[in-house]
Every structure is written in structure tokens, then in C-alpha cells.
């Protein structure tokens, strides 16, 4: 079973320009998660898709951070314009069970750096 | 407040030694419970969970944790480390809300291994 892929893997851009980063969750599974891990701290939940829908995005700066999750499936995340807080790894995860705790797989994470 | 605290923040030990790392969590009900090692360059991974029943856990790698309600504790542990278990280590809550799957972290304890 293929697990979560993530891309890209490493990212450096300059403060007040746009990224975008892409998820593709283990197949069947409904749930999809972006978490950002900020160097030296656990990783904390920006938004959750159950399918299609969002769930919760209670943590996420809509300011400047959006995500979708088209046919629920793949899912991208942007930020624009980012600031040199936005470093971090962006980890992706999902779940096979709706509505219930169940183990999340998580990608390899983004690795982005903003300068 | 509602939290996860990992009270260490970077513990060292000898190959072959015992390990014990350290989780407690601040929450009315007690919530769903869990351990994610998380490798250099690497995406995190289910050590083990504990939902309900027999407080003692057993996960993959040879790593055990034990729920002790009175003290709002769920310790990890290993009875004789091995090189390769160099890691972080974070320990996770799901808090018991309806619908809710959001996964909350503690810090984060990063494991030294001396040869």
C-alpha cells in the first residue's frame, strides 16, 4: 500500500511571495489532514477535510493560508503572501474512519524555508 | 488550559539501556492517546494507541506505554534501546469531542543514543 506522498519536498522562497504544496493521501481514505511543525515544537493542525468538506480550520490564517481538496482526493495547500514565520515542515496526513479517532499516516513532509 | 507536556526535552542513554519518556495531559475526559516517533527527514509513525481496556500497551519497535489515570500520564517505554531508535518521540492526544480527530502534540522529546 502506497502511503502519503507529499511534494516538494524542500522549498525556499522570499518573504511576501506565494507556494503552494501538494498531498496525496493513502487511497480510500477520507479523511485528510495538514499539520505545520515549526522547528523544535510538535506539529499543530491547520486544517482537516473529511472528503470534501472542511471539517476544522480553526488554526489555520485564512489571511494568507488556503487549502482545497477538489473531488476528495489530492489536496493543495497555498500560502500568499508568506512571512518568514510561515518556516516550517507541512505534514500531511490522513485516515481511513470518519467521525471517530483512528491512526493518521503522515507524509514526508514540505520542508519550506522563506528568506 | 488543555495540554500535552512532555517534561523532557532531550534525553540521552546508552545502547541497551532502559528508556522511559514522559507524557502527561491536562483534559477533563480523558482523551484518546498516543506515541509517534518522528526520524531525521522522515514523517511521523504510529508507535502505538490507547483507546479504552488493559492500561499497558504494547506498539511496534518494542516500545510499550502504560495509562495511569490518577495521573494523567501515558509513559513510553523500552526495555533495551538500540541505535536505530535515535529519534524524536511526540506524544499525542485526540480530545474526546463528538466528530472531533484533531490530533494535539506535546513538544517533542529528542532521544540521544551513546554508543
Known amino acids: 500500500e502506497a502511503g502519503v506522498a507529499q511534494s516538494p519536498r524542500y522549498k525556499i522562497i522570499e518573504k511576501r511571495q506565494s507556494v503552494a504544496f501538494w498531498c496525496n493521501p493513502i487511497?480510500?481514505?477520507?479523511?485528510l489532514y495538514w499539520y505545520q511543525q515549526i522547528l523544535g515544537q510538535g506539529p499543530k493542525l491547520l486544517i482537516q477535510?473529511?472528503?470534501?468538506?472542511?471539517?476544522?480550520d480553526s488554526q489555520l490564517p485564512k489571511d494568507r493560508f488556503s487549502a482545497e481538496r477538489l473531488k476528495g482526493v489530492d489536496s493543495t495547500l497555498k500560502i500568499q503572501p508568506a512571512k518568514l514565520e510561515d518556516s516550517a515542515v507541512y505534514l500531511c496526513?490522513?485516515?481511513?474512519?470518519?467521525?471517530?479517532?483512528?491512526?493518521?499516516?503522515f507524509g514526508p513532509g514540505t520542508r519550506l524555508t522563506v528568506l | 488550559a488543555q495540554s500535552v507536556t512532555q517534561p523532557d526535552i532531550h534525553i540521552t542513554v546508552s545502547e541497551g539501556a532502559s528508556l522511559e519518556l514522559r507524557c502527561n495531559y491536562s483534559y477533563g475526559a480523558t482523551p484518546y492517546l498516543f506515541w509517534y516517533v518522528q526520524s531525521p527527514g522522515q514523517g511521523l509513525q504510529l508507535l502505538l494507541k490507547?483507546?479504552?481496556?488493559?492500561?499497558l500497551v504494547q506498539g511496534i519497535k518494542g516500545f510499550e506505554a502504560e495509562f495511569k489515570r490518577s495521573q494523567s500520564s501515558f509513559n513510553l517505554r523500552k526495555p533495551s534501546v538500540h541505535w536505530s531508535d535515535a529519534a524524536e518521540y511526540f506524544c499525542?492526544?485526540?480530545?474526546?469531542?463528538?466528530?472531533?480527530?484533531?490530533?494535539?502534540f506535546g513538544q517533542g522529546t529528542r532521544l540521544t543514543i551513546n554508543p
Open positions: 477535510f473529511q472528503n470534501n468538506g472542511v471539517v476544522d
Open positions: 496526513a490522513s485516515s481511513s474512519l470518519a467521525g471517530v479517532p483512528d491512526t493518521q499516516y
Open positions: 499525542a492526544v485526540v480530545p474526546i469531542i463528538q466528530g472531533a480527530q484533531k490530533l494535539v
Open positions: 487511497s480510500g481514505h477520507a479523511t
Open positions: 490507547y483507546f479504552s481496556g488493559d492500561t
